[in-house]
T-cell receptor, first 113, second 116 residues
Framework: GENVEQHPSTLSVQEGDSAVIKCTYS??????FPWYKQELGKRPQLIID?????GEKKDQRIAVTLNKTAKHFSLHITETQPEDSAVYFC????????????FGAGTQVVVTP | EAGVAQSPRYKIIEKRQSVAFWCNPI?????LYWYQQILGQGPKLLIQ????????DSQLPKDRFSAERLKGVDSTLKIQPAKLEDSAVYLC??????????????FGAGTRLSVL
């Protein structure tokens, strides 16, 4: 089955700096890669996703890149703000299967003013 | 649109007791998922329903966990009897379909279970 590894486990950045979180996956059949943000005590919320037919996707200050050959994908947050502080989870699945998401262990991002 | 609803939000029980969680998915979503999220870890899928049928329950500890989705809408997850290691947040999620481009999963707020 799919195995997703996520690094780093914690990330501290100064407000205004960029943050990068990296994930690797094992199953070459995986073709859908969502990123979820989970604030303390709240539900995971989808912030961006990418499908394997594209290499990069941007939405305002966040972007995701995908390298299918190397089987890794990354989340980039630019101009970080205190409200970006949360745990971020990457996940992977093959959408032609039953959509079972395999999550990474999460990255605690702390943005200090 | 209304989100995924879960109840209760918190539950504290003693080991060997029973507990049940309830989930109401987003209207029209055919696929429903139950995840277990242990503190400091990512969510782990316990069981997935497509309408009222089970698609994947390979990681469900079936000796103590059970789940049902009668009429293909609401779902309940039960633990009987509970163990200390069951302490976790139980998240319910739903998606329009299981596969393809409309398989985005939306999560509920979860039930935080503490087993003493």
């Amino acid at each position: 089955g799919e195995n997703v590894e996520q690094h780093p486990s914690t990330l501290s950045v100064q407000e205004g700096d960029s943050a990068v979180i990296k994930c690797t996956y094992s199953d070459s059949a995986s073709n859908y890669f969502p990123w979820y943000k989970q604030e303390l005590g709240k539900r995971p919320q989808l912030i961006i996703d990418i499908r394997s037919n594209v290499g990069e996707k941007k939405d305002q200050r966040i972007a995701v890149t995908l390298n299918k050959t190397a089987k890794h994908f990354s989340l980039h947050i630019t101009e970080t703000q205190p409200e970006d502080s949360a745990v971020y989870f990457c996940a992977a699945t093959a959408t032609d299967s039953w959509g079972k998401l395999q999550f990474g262990a999460g990255t605690q991002v702390v943005v200090t003013p | 649109e209304a989100g995924v609803a879960q109840s209760p939000r918190y539950k504290i029980i003693e080991k060997r007791q029973s507990v049940a969680f309830w989930c109401n998915p987003i209207s029209g979503h055919a696929t429903l998922y139950w995840y277990q999220q242990i503190l400091g870890q990512g969510p782990k899928l316990l069981i997935q329903f497509q309408n009222n049928g089970v698609v994947d329950d390979s990681q469900l500890p079936k000796d103590r966990f059970s789940a049902e989705r009668l009429k293909g809408v609401d779902s309940t997850l039960k633990i009987q009897p509970a163990k200390l290691e069951d302490s976790a947040v139980y998240l319910c999620a739903s998606s329009l379909v299981a596969s393809g481009v409309q398989n985005i999963q939306y999560f509920g707020a979860g039930t935080r279970l503490s087993v003493l």
